[in-house]
């Protein structure tokens, strides 16, 4: 109860007023007291879904049309997740990495076979190793479906538990994959029990979680596993309105020698072509080209779909948002309003960071 939480404060020499804000090493410090598991999860990340779910507009609504899915891949290092995506594909992406580790986050269009039709879906493959946090939290928060990869020979890990709690933040539908069910030591079961010991009651066992047992590797059950993708997709009715200029989200970025700065967006609604003027946070510019997950040269992205752009004047930060605007000058502003605004953030985030109040925790 609160009292026994301020009681519990107090013999730490804590006197909160009941307005008081508590940092997050005190709360930490109270779900330890008591036993609680803490995800630590930034809420920077939460509101980032909030824009997401209000990037339609009601002029939109009239004019929706039906889009592909964003299903994001995640789970803990080497669950298996490049692997699955490539059989999906049919590509070989996992055997050509450095090291067998996934650094960024690729997306892919896929034709996926459902009843006689082939349907369009967008993979993002987000890598499993503990220091791309953010790029996880990313993944989430475009994304319309998770995958949570978890291998059955090895069961629920840090970046599993991770992976769970940012979908759940994004509030997307977790579908589990337990993969390498072709493994000697392999132990399906378990992860259920594991998964179900920590919320996540598998629809077998007349809970709500899809889980299907796969491999990756050999391609067992992964049809099941595309069928449950398109099940959960046709239960969210995913439209945009594709007549409209796009907006949507920066999801990689960088340097290129040649092309100078590129960036991968996932258009959220509307669509995007060469010519276009953008400003994606502080950056900005002409849409000198647009390359499609494949490195071809397209002239437009509908809904969705990933991109990848050339004509800004600086590299974005993966995560900002862009938008389509009607003139340079225009974009100019816009990128200079959002850098001054990025400065007095930083300025006030100084002041008061991460801060929870004791009445937020009841
Ligand atoms: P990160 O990107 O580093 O987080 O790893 P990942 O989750 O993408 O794992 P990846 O697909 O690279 O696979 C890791 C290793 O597990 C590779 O050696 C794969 O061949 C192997 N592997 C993946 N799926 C299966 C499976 O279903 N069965 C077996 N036996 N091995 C698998
Ligand atoms: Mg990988």
């Known amino acids: 109860s609160d009292g026994e939480i301020l009681g519990f404060l107090y013999s730490k020499g804590i006197k909160p007023d009941g307005v008081q804000t508590l940092d997050r090493d005190m709360v930490k410090m109270i779900c330890k007291e008591y036993g609680v598991e803490v995800i630590d999860t930034d809420p920077m990340k939460v509101e980032g879904l909030v824009k997401k779910r209000e990037i339609l507009d009601e002029d939109d609504l009239d004019k929706l049309k039906d889009r592909p899915p964003v299903i994001t891949i995640m789970g803990h290092v080497d669950h298996g997740k490049t692997t699955l995506l490539d059989y999906i594909r049919k590509s070989k992406v996992a055997a050509s990495e450095a090291g067998g580790i996934t650094q960024g986050i690729g ?11 082939q349907l369009p879906c967008v993979f993002l493959d987000t890598p499993g190793h503990e220091a791309f946090g953010a790029m996880r939290a990313r993944g989430a928060s475009v994304t319309d479906i998770a995958i949570v990869v978890v ?17 759940k933040a994004a509030g997307v539908p977790i579908i589990i994959a337990i993969n390498k069910i072709d493994k000697d030591g392999a132990n399906p079961e378990r992860v259920m029990q594991e998964l179900s010991s920590i919320g996540l009651m598998p629809e077998d066992w007349g809970g709500d979680i899809p889980m299907v047992q796969i491999s990756a590797l050999k391609g067992n059950n992964i049809d099941d596993l595309l069928e449950t993708v398109m099940l959960v997709t046709e239960l969210q009715e995913l439209k945009a309105n594709p007549d409209r200029r796009a907006k949507g989200t920066v999801i990689e970025a960088g340097l290129d ?27 900005f510019g002409k849409v000198r080209a647009l390359f499609d997950d494949g490195g071809k040269r397209v002239d437009e992205a ?10 800004l004047n600086n590299v974005p930060i993966a995560g900002d948002e862009f938008e389509v605007v009607d003139s340079l000058d225009t974009a100019r502003e816009k990128a200079e309003a959002r850098a001054e605004s990025l400065r007095n953030e930083r300025i006030s985030a100084k ?3 991460g801060k929870v109040t004791l009445s937020s925790l009841a």
């Open 107 to 117: 997306a892919y269009k896929v034709q996926v076979p459902v009843d006689g039709k």
């Open 151 to 167: 291998a059955a020979d090895d069961g629920i890990r840090p970046q599993t538990n991770e992976a769970i709690a940012h979908a």
């Open 351 to 353: 002041a008061g960071d």
């Open 302 to 311: 509908t809904p969705s779909i990933p991109v990848q752009v050339i004509g």
């Open 257 to 283: 020698k040649s092309k100078g700065p590129f960036a991968t967006f996932i258009m959220q609604n509307g669509t995007l072509r060469r010519g276009d003027v953008v400003v994606c946070g502080e950056a």
